[in-house]
């Protein structure tokens, strides 16, 4: 499938299970920011659906060489900064590791 096809897709799927939280972002054009409101499925994307991916399979445990493998990561250390991963969910993940 054409990426732009699978973007308008997604969005039309985020937008029919009511992903509609308000996002604000913050542009910076020469030296002036400005900022814009978006619903929040309007910015789901393919790069979006592997990150989540990427994400939600490392903290379910899945070995990073194989993520790596499917995602097409090249270094770990370009894989580790791809996450998304919030403070609460990396203490879990050490609980995890450490049997706690």
């Known amino acids: 499938m054409n990426s732009l096809i699978f973007n308008k897709r997604i969005k039309q799927l985020g937008k ?9 972002l913050e542009y910076k054009k ?11 499925y ?3 994307s393919s790069h979006t659906c592997r990150r989540s991916f990427c994400t939600n ?12 493998k499917i995602s097409g990561h090249k270094t770990e250390k370009a894989f580790m900064r791809y996450l998304k ?3 609460l969910e990396a203490a ?5 590791a450490w049997g706690i």
């Open 16 to 24: 029919q299970a009511e992903i509609n939280s308000m996002v604000e």
């Open 30 to 40: 020469g030296v002036n920011k400005e900022v814009k409101m978006y619903k929040k």
């Open 42 to 44: 309007e910015l789901i």
């Open 57 to 68: 399979t490392y903290l379910e445990g899945i070995d990073v060489q194989l993520i790596m």
């Open 85 to 87: 991963i919030s403070s």
């Open 92 to 96: 879990y993940k050490l609980q995890d």
